[in-house]
C-alpha cells in the first residue's frame, strides 16, 4: 500500500530524573529524506542520531523535528552556596550592628536570602538517560506520523486507481474506434474519387486496397494501446508493494504519456484526439498526486 510523504505525530517520555522529553515531527513531501531537526542546547549531542533514526526508517519526504526538555524534580536542579559571600555578609552585619550598638540578630535563615548566596541552576542531564527517553520518544512519534501517513496513503490508493480505471474504459473506447478507422478511411476515399471523377473514372479496387492497407499500418496504435494498457497494470502493481515506490510511479506516468502522446499523432482520428485529451488530464491529476507518495 503506497504512503502519503505529509504526516505528525508526537510523543512525550519522561525520566527517572524527573525530565520530560517532548518531540514533535512533522513531514511533507520532498524528493530525498531531508531531515532537520531543532534541539535544546544542552541536548546538541542527540542531533545526530535523531537524523540517523529517521533516515533509518524513511526513504523519502523533508522531516523537522521538535525536541523540548521540562526539567522537574531533585536531580533536574543544582543547588550551589557561595561561602565566601555569605561570610562577607556576616562579618558585614556584625560590624553595622557594632557601629549601631545593636546586638545582633543574625541566623541562617537570614543569610541564605541574601543576593546571590543561593544559586539554583538547571543540571546537566545524565546522556545516557536522555539518550534513552529521547530515542523512546522519537520512536513513538514516528509510529504515529508512519500511522497517518499509512492512512493518507490509502485514501490516496484508492482514488489514484479509480483514475486508472477511467483511463483503462477509455483506452478500450480508443481501441474500438481505431478499429472502424481504416474502413471509414476506405468509404470517404472511394467517395472523395466519385465525387472527383464524376462517376467516369472506374475505381482501381485493387490499387485502393493498397491505399487502405498503407493508410492501415500507418495508423495502427495496437502496439501503443497494449503497453498503455500494461503501464496501468503495473501501476496498480507497484501501489500495492510495500517498498517505497513514489519514484517508479513518477517514471511509469512519464512513459504512460509518452503512449497516449503517440497514440494522438498516429490514430487520426478526431474521436481518438478527444479522448486522448481526456486521458492525458487524468494522467495530470494522477502526477500531482503520487508528488505526496513516498
Do not use: W
Request: hydrophobic share 40%; charged share 30%.
Amino acid at each position: 500500500m503506497m504512503k502519503s510523504m505529509t504526516g505528525y505525530g508526537t510523543a512525550t517520555v519522561q525520566a527517572a530524573s524527573g525530565r520530560s522529553f517532548t518531540l514533535e515531527v512533522k513531514s511533507v513531501n520532498h524528493r530525498y529524506c531531508d531531515v532537520h531537526a531543532k534541539v535544546p542546547g544542552k541536548l546538541a549531542f542527540l542531533e545526530h542520531d535523531l537524523k540517523r533514526l529517521v533516515k533509518e526508517r524513511f526513504e523519502r519526504g523533508r522531516f523537522d523535528l521538535y525536541l523540548s526538555l521540562d526539567e522537574f524534580g531533585r536531580e533536574s536542579k543544582k543547588i550551589s552556596f557561595d561561602r565566601d559571600l555569605a561570610a562577607a555578609y556576616l562579618e558585614q552585619l556584625r560590624e553595622l550592628a557594632a557601629h549601631l550598638q545593636l546586638e545582633p540578630q543574625i541566623d541562617l535563615l537570614s543569610l541564605t536570602r541574601m543576593p546571590e548566596v543561593i544559586t539554583v541552576e538547571s543540571a546537566e542531564p545524565n546522556e545516557d538517560e536522555a539518550r534513552q527517553a529521547v530515542e523512546q520518544a522519537l520512536q513513538q512519534a514516528l509510529e504515529h506520523l508512519e500511522q497517518m501517513r499509512t492512512h493518507e496513503g490509502e485514501a490516496l490508493t484508492q482514488d489514484v486507481t479509480g483514475n486508472l480505471d477511467r483511463i483503462g474504459e477509455i483506452v478500450k473506447q480508443v481501441a474500438k474506434i481505431a478499429e472502424t478507422t481504416p474502413m471509414l478511411y476506405k468509404a470517404a476515399l472511394e467517395e472523395r474519387i466519385k465525387r472527383l471523377t464524376e462517376n467516369v473514372v472506374e475505381i482501381a479496387h485493387d490499387r485502393l486496397a493498397q491505399e487502405v492497407a498503407v493508410f492501415a499500418d500507418r495508423i495502427d496504435i495496437s502496439e501503443e494501446i497494449s503497453r498503455l494498457t500494461g503501464h496501468i497494470d503495473h501501476f496498480k502493481h507497484l501501489m500495492a508493494s510495500a517498498e517505497p515506490v513514489g519514484r517508479k510511479l513518477d517514471f511509469l506516468i512519464q512513459e504512460m504519456n509518452r503512449e497516449i502522446n503517440t497514440i494522438g499523432s498516429k490514430a487520426n482520428n478526431l474521436e481518438i484526439a478527444k479522448l486522448v485529451v481526456d486521458v492525458k488530464s487524468i494522467l495530470e491529476k494522477i502526477r500531482e498526486q503520487i508528488q505526496n507518495v513516498e
